[in-house]
């Protein structure tokens, strides 16, 4: 399984962006697709996660009401809405497929995207 983050950026507080992660394999559908995110200098954090057929979401306390996850099984792409951007909200964002139940550890996921940044400025 491969998988390609995109959509990063510079955005001013408040804006927004919406991430993408295109799969491949033909096994997208049976994953937990989980993102995460790590800050300059601080460790990668988990941010949110979409179940299998797409109708449970989970979300890190400091994004719930801002983020949103969804997943397209036709199309081997998960996506995360992101409003009301903040400047804590910088970081790299990595996107990661799993197989496991606890979706917020990191060791859930066996897949890994290379990252895309976000920049939110003050």
């Known amino acids: 399984v491969q998988l390609q983050a995109s959509g990063g950026g510079l955005v001013q507080a408040g804006g927004s962006l919406r991430l993408s992660c295109a799969v491949e394999?033909?096994?997208?559908?049976?994953?937990?697709m989980g993102w995460f995110r790590q800050a300059p200098g601080r460790e990668r954090e988990f941010v949110a996660a979409?179940?299998?057929?797409?109708?449970?979401?989970y979300y890190a306390d400091f994004v719930k009401g801002r983020f949103t996850v969804s997943r397209d099984n036709a199309e081997n792409t998960v996506y995360l809405q992101m409003n009301n951007l903040k400047p804590e909200d910088t970081a790299v964002y990595y996107c990661?497929?799993?197989?496991?139940?606890?979706?917020?550890?990191?060791?859930?996921?066996?897949?890994w995207g290379q990252g895309t940044l976000v920049t939110v400025s003050s």
């Open positions: 990661a497929a799993g197989s496991g139940s606890d979706y917020e550890s990191e060791l859930e996921y066996k897949n």
């Open positions: 394999g033909r096994t997208f559908s049976s994953h937990i």
């Open positions: 979409v179940r299998r057929g797409g109708g449970r979401t």
